[in-house]
């Protein structure tokens, strides 16, 4: 069955330094792969998602950046992070319409 | 717009009661997805359906096309059930999952 890795499941970082945050999938080939966001008291926003290698879609103008430079791996970035992209990561994957595999989260404070 | 709904978003329940969760969608949908969410964060697909009814184990899954409407329902609820039980729609033509606000739930003993 498919699986999702997601890393690191918690960070601690100040206003204007880096961010990456990384996605892998075992199990399946070629899966859409989503990167979403959860304020605390909120939804799950999507940011990001891909259908392919290279290949990236934005929802909501911001702060970050994503990229999958291999088929199974989905990378979550920014250069210089803001006091509002504190938050809780999730990287989810599979094939729409069929069933999403989600990762364990990865919980932001930025400081 | 691709929109879900989900009500109540808060519900309080006493150890055996029967829990049910709504939640509407706008437009057509190829999937329902019924997610439970526990307080480190991790997420669990429970259900995806797209007609009728599906069981597992306590919870039950419901759809009704021609409404917009899904159903989730729990029997005999116990409080390590307690968690915040998501609503998520594919719309037809789409390639992503749309999130419903979410339903907190806490079961007292």
């Known amino acids: 069955s498919q699986t999702i890795h997601q890393w690191p499941a918690t960070l601690v970082q100040p206003v204007g330094s880096p961010l990456s945050l990384e996605c892998t999938v075992e199990?399946?080939?070629?899966?859409?792969l989503y990167w979403y966001r959860q304020a605390a008291g909120r939804g799950l926003q999507l940011l990001f998602y891909?259908?392919?290698?290279?290949?990236i879609s934005s929802e909501v103008p911001q702060n970050l950046s994503a990229s999958r430079p291999q088929d199974r791996q989905f990378i979550l970035s920014s250069k210089k992070l803001l006091l509002s992209d504190s938050g809780f990561y999730l990287c989810a994957g599979g094939q729409i319409p069929g069933e999403l595999f989600f990762g364990e989260g990865s919980r932001l404070t930025v400081l | 717009k691709n929109e879900v709904e989900q009500s109540p978003q808060n519900l309080t329940a006493q150890e055996g009661e029967f829990i049910t969760i709504n939640c509407s969608y706008s437009?057509?949908?190829?999937?329902l997805h019924w997610l439970q969410q526990h307080p480190g964060g991790g997420i669990v697909s429970l259900f995806m359906?797209?007609?009728g009814k599906k069981k597992h184990g306590r919870l039950i899954a419901t759809i009704n096309i021609q409404e917009k409407h899904s159903s989730l329902h729990i029997t005999a609820s116990h409080p390590r059930d307690s968690a915040v039980y998501i609503c998520a729609a594919t719309f037809q033509g789409a390639q992503k999952l749309v999130f419903g606000q979410g339903t907190r739930l806490t079961i007292n003993p």
């Open positions: 199990g399946t080939s070629n899966p859409n």
């Open positions: 891909s259908v392919g290698i290279g290949q």
């Open positions: 359906l797209s007609s």
């Open positions: 437009v057509g949908i190829s999937a």
